[in-house]
Nanobody, 120 residues
Framework: QLQLVESGGGLVQNGGSLRLSCAASISIFSFYAMGWYRQAPGNERELVSYILSNGTTNYADSVKGRFSISRDGARNTMFLQMTSLKPEDTAVYYC??????????????WGQGAQVTVSS
């Protein structure tokens, strides 16, 4: 059964860095796309970044230039390197994967979430 397991969240000061990992139980090249969502208290879940099977990447305007998405096929793992973190980046971050070609989001597979807290 497909599983996505996130790690790397935590508490960091304003301006700090963190790297999130999402380890898949199958080859990540099986996915049409993988991405990172986040959800802050009281807010809807939003797409932060995604990477397509061909390696094309995309970022939300709010994180462009600060976050970097990547993947390691040998480890079946996707990463989100977050730098220059701000308090407004505080949220639960979720890994999401499109296995069937239906797109990212609710129809995809989800990890359990990783809390990222940025103190001011």
């Amino acid at each position: 059964q497909l599983q996505l397991v996130e790690s790397g969240g935590g508490l960091v000061q304003n301006g700090g860095s963190l790297r999130l990992s999402c380890a898949a139980s199958i080859s990540i090249f099986s996915f049409y796309a993988m991405g990172w969502y986040r959800q802050a208290p009281g807010n809807e879940r939003e797409l932060v970044s995604y990477i397509l099977s061909n390696g094309t990447t995309n970022y939300a305007d709010s994180v462009k230039g600060r976050f970097s998405i990547s993947r390691d096929g040998a480890r079946n793992t996707m990463f989100l390197q977050m730098t220059s973190l701000k308090p407004e980046d505080t949220a639960v971050y979720y890994c999401n994967a499109d296995l069937l070609g239906d797109g990212l989001g609710p129809q995809g597979y989800w990890g359990q979430g990783a809390q990222v807290t940025v103190s001011s």
